[in-house]
């Protein structure tokens, strides 16, 4: 069993940054991946970016030089760093954990969410 608290989000104005951070605590066995997803209004769930086995990807080239993932292993973080934020980044984010990797087929722990809003 695995809990995920998410924080981080908010309001910011287009170009701004944000930095969201997830934990982890309650783990029975390690995590070997952890990642961020987000959902716009009307739009399905996609992967932003994912840290597995130490390896970080991002999942859509756009975001690539203004999103980046990073892990604090001791204290079982991972952060989300946004910059140059712009209106179409506005969604719920989701932390997410899982024993093997996070962006396969499923998941095995989501957090709530945090809500980023970027105004124009």
């Known amino acids: 069993q695995v809990q995920l608290v998410e924080s981080g989000g908010g309001l910011v104005q287009a170009g701004g940054s944000l930095r969201l951070s997830c934990t982890a605590s309650?783990?029975?066995?390690?995590?070997?991946?952890m990642g961020w997803y987000r959902q716009a209004p009307g739009k399905q769930r996609e992967l932003v970016a994912a840290?597995?086995?130490?390896?970080?990807?991002n999942s859509a080239d756009s975001l690539k030089g203004r999103f980046t993932i990073s892990r604090d292993n001791d204290k079982n973080t991972v952060y989300l760093q946004m910059n140059s934020l712009k209106p179409e980044d506005t969604a719920g984010y989701y932390c997410?954990?899982?024993?093997?990797?996070?962006?396969?087929?499923?998941?095995?722990?989501w957090g709530q969410g945090t809500q980023v809003t970027v105004s124009s």
């Open positions: 840290i597995n086995r130490g390896v970080a990807t």
């Open positions: 997410a954990a899982d024993r093997f990797k996070v962006g396969g087929s499923t998941n095995d722990c």
């Open positions: 309650g783990s029975r066995f390690s995590i070997n991946g």
